[in-house]
């Protein structure tokens, strides 16, 4: 038989040690490291597809994802830093590259990224060396090393500009750098000079654009090189912390330790469990914060608020940025949808665990049962969590106040045992909680197991074994026998037999009934930490501190295979005892066959990144369980050569009863009661408020059809006037055309003529000018002959000169040529006398030159720097350029737009101004029509004596209509009577005005009596004040002031008028007083029965209005049946016309039978009805003028009286 074959299948648990550890492969899966590998999980359907580490890697330590999600690099530590790249979208993940330097000291590299083509990749080593190495990663080819720090400062972060594969930047503690790829070297440019600072992480935001957040809670936006903008996180955070109730932490400062950008701004971590979003403010290179999002309190926990404490780690979004995940340094997964935390009103939104919580601690304790598909685990964290490894689910979990040393599930999967520090606790696995049911005086128990029929527990305390009964819980038996502490314990498959290990090298197999020893195998040299036992109970396989797998049978060893320079840590055999499989001090799982090999024959994997401490498989063979010291738990699927799952002899099924009190119990029940009848009344509520809304709706219904019947009614006849305003439009526009064509048509007749008479004159002249040219013709071609002769002559004599000239010159060309020869021989040698010069002359400036070069060469480089800073300023600058052109041109649009709005409305009004003149048209040619009428009416007038049966009918009718008329003139009556009772009233009126005005008149006598007394007092005092300032002067002298004032008192104070004048002045005020608030008192009431007046008026006149209305209304019905009547009289008159000429004319038989019938008294009727009409006419025209006069009577102020005397 070949070794058991196994595949991972899925695993609880984060590596938050490594740098950027959860990404987005697409919107429906993340990528994780947890163990020894990576994991990408599907967050819908929850499954894992595993991308497995290096063999001798000693662990991860950063992670980056290509952009185009295609590849994933793993940094790993080692004996050399490793950076190995995947290559996620393959189906088995295959590893493409493996980059590492050979002289590089350090063993890990910190942080690692990819650039935006995916083509590099950027890996910065940690101590003691701190290079940055940039690699074109498919050829595994440095393109470039850079020392970026000094040994005490460690770098964080290193990223690549994301539109530039040349562009680096480089965060640490005291560390802010930007390194540009050029001529196959990096180089730096500075940032803007500032205090340097703990930099955590940072973020391009776009091309030249960089976010960067510290430790003591500060974001820095830079710009090329240059600080944008600055933001304090600390007085934010410690609102929330004050408002969210949170514990406050050892400093007020939250660190910024992850940065993640989206389209309207970016988040940060804002301290413990608090994340900040931040959006794009109105300002330029500002930003708002619009929303906190904090990680909720853990109410499995004894202390809720640990939760609130965990320290973000990564943030990362989806690629729709519809959902945000956070890491924390406590191994947690939390994600919240952005559209919810955008839609909740408050400005607080909560996380949520991503699937389910993972152990943030070593994990000391693992055990399953066989009734259910569960698995429980203890860690250091305090937490115990049960786990379903059918469907990968954490069922229970929950927090105590101290460490669970050990744990053990009995296989009814109700019951577990948990070692404490001070006791062994025996609780019941409730519905939604784990409750102690019974305590064991056995302090800090590290090994516990239920038998396999769970009747009995097995208990280690320090070397002793305690052997409980699980029904009565008494102690059956005590195992002492161990010199050292016990490190594992197992039951045999009948639970006859109890086997143990130690530290002290002895592995003992007991009788559980006896308490005897039966067996025993003692080796000092090994100390032993797990052990197994075959289902046949007859060979223990053990392993222990010499790397050595032993199995023994009958206390001896009998077979030893020994492991490639590994300690195991544990060991655990199939139910079927064909396979074993062994756990690894480096986190690997090997698994063997049985017997065991001679040779070195097992398989190996990759499962944890620390020494696994527990090892268990279920039942039914199917699942392998892994814990380990890095606080992950695996499931593994055994399976055979080709793959598949392994089928046991057996089938079990799992059973689904839980536990639950009866007092939770009947608290559910009353509470799914009160939900019932909550149910119900809610139910009632809504079918009336429904049956409420349903007659509303009707009620609307059947008002909104009635109005829309009514419009509809209102626009067919709207329809029909517009139909009739057409057609007279269109007879009018045809009668125009004709018009106009007729006018055109006459106007082309006498063009053409006007035409004709032009041409014939034209044509004249145009043969008078032929006759001209033909002359001019003649007279130049006679003019060229004679220049012709003129020239050949003057040619001939040119030539003859020429000739004699030419031969001179050719005798000098050969004298020139003789000279030429001597002077080139001489010019040779001069020449080559030149070049030795020159050569001598060259050699000395290529040197200079050079020197020059070199110098030039060094100038340039500096220049180039300093002009890629101008272009960068060059570039922000024209992009300001550009936003200003693009807001001129906004304006400009607008501008336009408005303008053609105004072009557009001054051509509605254009229309409106033809449409008025067209409807001036059409009133005037209605107007016309009228007047036609009018003149046929005038025709019909003279036939109106043809029919009299007809006459007698319009007595009948018109009867009525006269007693209608006389009420009428009764009423008209009434109102004449009440219009002189009015008239009289204002006569009245105008009478009290009267008197009035005379009281104002005397008022005013009276007053300007008393102004000239004031005026006469006045001058009296200036007297007086005049003689007192002369008094004064005789300040000085007794006698003389005496003399002085008894002289004024004399002069200004006669004796016998004081009393009168007092009693004068004071009748006069109170009689003046008075008579004013006599006049006050009447205005006042005058005032008050004109408004009386006037609003009677009002109303009279608003009822003659409505009365007058009714009138007019039955006038023109009248005169809408006589003109009926006069139609019916003239079709009766063109009837009578045919009937023949001999017969005798109506009008002359009529008149016959009226002097007969002595009917004539009724000749003139319709002359009457006339003349009753015009009087009716006059009669309202009356009416009109004085309700014209009323209104204008009630229209005037209040004040103005002498208007109302003039009406």
């Known amino acids: 038989m070949t070794s058991p074959l196994v595949q991972a299948h ?103 990224a990819f650039s935006p083509d995916s083509k590099f990749l950027i890996a910065q080593s940690g101590q003691p060396d701190w290079t940055l190495i940039y690699w074109l990663w498919k050829k595994q080819k440095i393109m470039g090393v850079i020392k970026t720090t000094s040994n005490p400062n460690p770098i964080y972060q290193v990223s690549f500009n994301p539109q530039d594969n040349a562009q680096i930047c480089v965060a640490g503690a005291g560390v802010l750098k930007l390194l540009r790829f050029a001529d196959g070297n990096l180089k730096q440019t500075n940032f803007q000079k500032f205090e340097l600072q703990n930099f955590l992480s940072h973020a391009w935001m776009s091309e030249d654009r960089i976010i960067v957040g510290t430790d003591v809670g500060k974001l820095y936006l830079f710009e090329l090189a240059e600080l944008r903008w600055e933001y304090n996180m600390a007085p934010d955070y410690r609102t929330v912390i004050t408002a969210s109730h949170m514990p406050v932490p050892a400093t007020s400062y939250p660190k910024i330790t992850a940065l993640a950008i989206y389209s309207k701004g970016f988040m940060c971590s804002a301290g413990p469990a608090v994340v900040f979003m931040f959006e794009k403010g109105e300002e330029k290179d500002t930003f708002k914060k619009t929303k906190v999002i904090k990680i909720p309190q853990d109410p499995f926990s004894t202390d809720p608020t640990q939760a609130e404490q965990q320290e973000i780690v990564t943030l990362c979004l989806s690629p729709s940025e519809e959902t945000l995940i956070a890491s924390t340094n406590k191994n947690q997964l939390y994600s919240i949808t952005l559209a919810s935390a955008e ?72 019951y577990i045992l948990v070692g404490f520090s001070d006791k062994l606790r025996l609780m019941n696995l409730l519905i939604d909680d784990i409750r102690t049911f019974k305590e064991f005086t056995v302090r800090s128990c590290r090994e516990c197991s239920f038998s396999n029929g769970g009747h009995l527990f097995a208990v280690v305390n320090g070397n002793v074994i305690h052997i409980h009964s699980t029904t009565t819980f008494d102690n059956q038996v005590n195992l002492k026998g161990h010199n050292g502490k016990i490190r594992a314990i197992v039951w045999n498959s009948d639970d ?86 062994l756990g690894t001090a480096n986190g690997t799982v090997q698994s063997m066959k049985i017997p065991l090999p001679v040779k070195h024959e097992w398989n190996e994997y990759q499962a944890h990144a620390g020494p696994i401490t527990k090892m268990v498989i279920t039942y039914d063979d199917l699942y392998l369980l892994t814990a380990s010291e890095d606080a992950c738990l695996m499931i593994w699927k055994i399976i055979d050569k080709e793959g598949r799952v392994l089928k046991r002899e057996k089938e079990v099924g799992h059973a689904e009863e839980i536990l639950i009190t009866k007092s939770d119990l009947q608290e559910k029940n009353q509470l799914a009661l009160e939900l019932k009848t909550r149910v119900e009344e809610l139910k009632m509520e809504n079918e009336y408020q429904l049956r409420v809304k349903d007659m509303n709706y009707n009620d609307k219904i059947k008002e909104l059809t009635e109005k829309f019947i009514q419009e509809m009614e209102s626009l067919k006849t709207k329809n029909q006037v517009l139909k009739t305003d057409k057609d007279k439009v269109e007879l009018k526009h045809k009668e125009n055309v004709t018009i106009i064509l007729d006018k055109h048509s006459k106007e082309f007749e006498d063009l053409e003529t006007m035409n004709n008479q032009k041409l014939m004159l034209e044509y004249d002249k145009y043969q008078e000018l032929q006759l001209k040219s033909q002359r001019m013709q003649e007279d130049y071609e006679r003019q060229l002959n004679e220049l012709d002769e003129s020239k050949s002559q003057a040619l001939e004599e040119l030539t003859e000169y020429y000739e004699t000239k030419l031969q001179e010159k050719g005798t000098l060309i ?54 890629g800073i101008m272009r960068k300023k060059f570039t922000t600058l024209q992009k300001e350029i550009e936003d200003k052109q693009q807001a001129i041109e906004k304006l400009k649009a607008e501008h336009e737009k408005l303008h053609g709005v105004i072009r557009s409305l001054e051509k509605d009004i254009q229309g409106l101004k033809k449409e008025i003149i067209e409807r001036d048209e059409t009133i005037q040619d209605k107007e016309k029509r009228i007047y036609d009428l009018k003149k046929k009416n005038q025709e019909l007038e003279k036939f109106k004596f043809v029919l009299d049966y007809k006459i007698k009918e319009l007595k009948k009718q018109i009867e009525p209509r006269e007693n209608d008329i006389k009420e009428m003139k009764e009423q008209i009556q009434q109102m004449e009577n009440e219009l002189e009772l009015f008239h009289k009233h204002n006569a009245q009126l105008e009478l009290n005005i009267g008197e009035l005005k005379q009281k104002l008149k005397s008022t005013e006598a009276e007053m300007r009596k008393e102004m000239e007394k004031v005026r006469t007092v006045e001058s009296v005092i200036k007297r007086f004040k005049t003689d007192v300032y002369n008094c004064v002067a005789f300040i000085q002298e007794p006698k003389k ?33 008075r008579q004013r608030n006599h006049l006050e008192k009447s205005i006042a009431t005058l005032q008050k029965k004109l408004l009386k007046d006037t609003e009677i008026h009002r109303i009279d006149n608003v009822r003659i209005m409505q009365e007058n209305v009714a009138l007019i209304k039955e006038i023109n019905d009248l005169r809408h049946e006589l003109k009926v009547t006069r139609i019916k009289v003239h079709d ?56 014209q006069t009323r209104e204008e009577f009630q229209h005037q102020p209040v004040g103005s009286f002498p208007a109302i005397g003039i009406q």
């Open 10 to 112: 899925h695993i609880f648990g984060l590596q938050a040690s490594v740098v950027n550890n959860v990404f987005y492969f697409d919107d429906q899966s993340i990528i994780f490291p947890s163990g020894s590998s990576c994991v990408r999980y599907n967050i819908d359907q929850k499954w894992q597809k595993f991308i497995p580490g290096s063999e001798k890697s000693q662990g991860m330590r950063a992670l980056a994802l290509s952009p185009n999600r295609r590849y994933l690099a793993i940094s790993e530590r080692g004996e050399k830093a490793t950076v190995t790249i995947y290559d996620v979208q393959h189906d088995q993940n295959r590893k493409r590259k493996s980059l590492s330097v050979n002289d590089l000291q350090a063993q890990e590299f910190v942080s690692i």
């Open 343 to 414: 839609m909740s009103k408050s400005d607080l939104a909560q996380f949520e665990l991503l699937c389910q919580s993972f152990h943030s601690n070593i994990i000391t304790g693992l055990d399953m049962c066989i009734r259910k598909p569960l698995i429980i685990t203890s860690s250091v964290d305090r937490s115990l969590r049960l786990w379903n490894y059918e469907t990968n689910v954490l069922e229970l979990y929950k927090e105590f106040q101290e460490e669970a040393y050990s744990v053990a599930l009995h296989p009814s999967g109700l």
């Open 496 to 581: 006859s037999k109890l086997i143990s290990c130690g530290m002290d090298g002895a592995v003992y197999e007991w009788n559980t009934l006896t308490g005897k020893r039966e067996s025993e195998s003692v080796l000092k040299s090994c100390s032993y930490t797990g052990l197994c036992i075959s289902p046949d109970s007859k060979s223990i396989f053990a392993v222990g501190s010499d790397r050595t797998v032993k199995e023994i049978t009958d206390s001896q060893i009998i077979r030893e295979v020994t492991s490639n320079d590994v300690a195991y840590t544990c060991v655990v055999m199939s139910h079927s005892g064909r396979m074993l499989f």
């Open 814 to 867: 050969e004298q020139l040529q003789e000279e030429s020869r001597q002077q080139i021989k001489e010019s040779d040698e001069t020449k080559k006398q030149i070049e030795e010069d020159a050569d001598r002359e060259i050699q000395d400036i290529k040197i200079k030159y050079e020197r020059n070069l070199r110098d030039e060469k060094e100038e340039n480089l500096r220049l180039k720097g300093e002009t």
């Open 1041 to 1073: 002031l005496k003399e002085s004032i008894r002289q004024l008192y004399e002069k200004y104070v006669p004796q016998s008028d004081v009393f009168e004048i007092a009693t004068i002045d004071s009748d006069i005020q109170r009689e003046f007083g």
């Open 1132 to 1187: 009766l008159e063109v009837a009578l016309g045919n009937s023949g000429k001999n017969k005798k004319p109506c009008a002359i038989e009529f008149k016959d039978n009226c002097s007969r019938s002595g009917a004539v008294s009724r000749l003139n009727f319709e002359h009457e009805t006339e003349r009753i009409v015009e009087i009716q006419r006059l009669e309202i025209k009356q009416l009109r003028e004085q309700i």
